[in-house]
């Protein structure tokens, strides 16, 4: 784990001190959009016209923010479209590193040894911590966005006209509903776990840990009562918790402490998990391999022997029990 300062990488950890133990996630700093036109975003500049070939993502399998924009790639059909690079499971004193192994991958576009260097490309002075997943721009030579949940909607529409895929995960008529779901689940589930994790003191902690399991409760009875977040309908909302949840019972509950109870303990959780990893071409957007070698192999200051689990022994495929009226 590291950062660059004006540039320069530097291997340092979360400075927790000033937080009083509590873990706090910095802003993503590249917030351009991809549109249909190449007209600007919400934020950022325009300039960025959706295109076959002209994008590339780099990602991480273990990482749940990156995880999103490849089930968002797959559920759009956009392979032929964006390519990818994929970075190593561990994550130590260089950041993130492209290594040709184990589902891993190099990189084609800019060549990097590490994803810093992709970063110092775009922007040589750039301060901050250094993220998947990433947009490259191949044609202005630039990161688009390294903010997922932007990339996640650009990916739901930007290039309908040109894949003719008109699939809506956020569609008008539901935004107020999946705003507000979202503004729940990411404050105390998403970044929850790495609160609960990465806490430096007791009361951090306690305070994460009984929030998120607060929240895990609440949707459990609200997928009692309806089959996704949103009602019946299939919603980004779902798959961005999605990532936590199939991260949860083989990493979060042992490895970041969030150990009340596990997704196998909820009826509707775990049976919604399996639901979502049952769809067609989900399951090939998780790497249990990479994820567990990244966060036990990673975290030093976590798991000093780096020793990673033999468990635990998942059945994602069992029948879920979802599809009901």
Known sequence: MGMLEDGVWKDVW????KSKGHFKRESSQFRNWI????????DGEGGFEAEKGRYHLYVAYACP???????????KGLEDFIDVSVVDPLMLENGWEFKNRDGGTDDPINGADY???????ADPKY????????VWDKKRETIVSNESAEIIRMFNSAFDHLTGNDLDFYPDKLRGEIDDI???????VNNGVYKSGFATTQEAYSEHVQKLFETLEMLEKR?????????????????RLFTTMVRFD?????????????????????GYLRELYQMEGIAETVNFDHIKRHYYGSHKNINPTGIVPEGPILDLDAPHGRDRG
């Open 182 to 188: 979202n503004a729940i689940v990411y404050d105390t």
């Open 35 to 42: 549109t249909a036109d190449g007209s600007a975003g919400p």
């Open 223 to 239: 997928l009692g009562e309806n089959r996704y977040l949103v009602g019946d309908a299939l919603t980004e909302a779902d798959w």
């Open 127 to 134: 301060t901050g911590r250094v993220t998947v997943p990433v």
């Open 115 to 121: 994803l810093w260097q992709v970063y110092t490309k």
């Open 250 to 270: 083989p990493v979060y509950v042992g490895h970041f402490k969030c150990n009340l109870k596990r997704i196998a303990d909820y009826p509707n959780l775990s």
């Open 14 to 17: 979360y400075d927790t001190k």
């Open 65 to 75: 923010w990156a995880h999103r924009t490849l089930i968002f790639r797959k559920l």
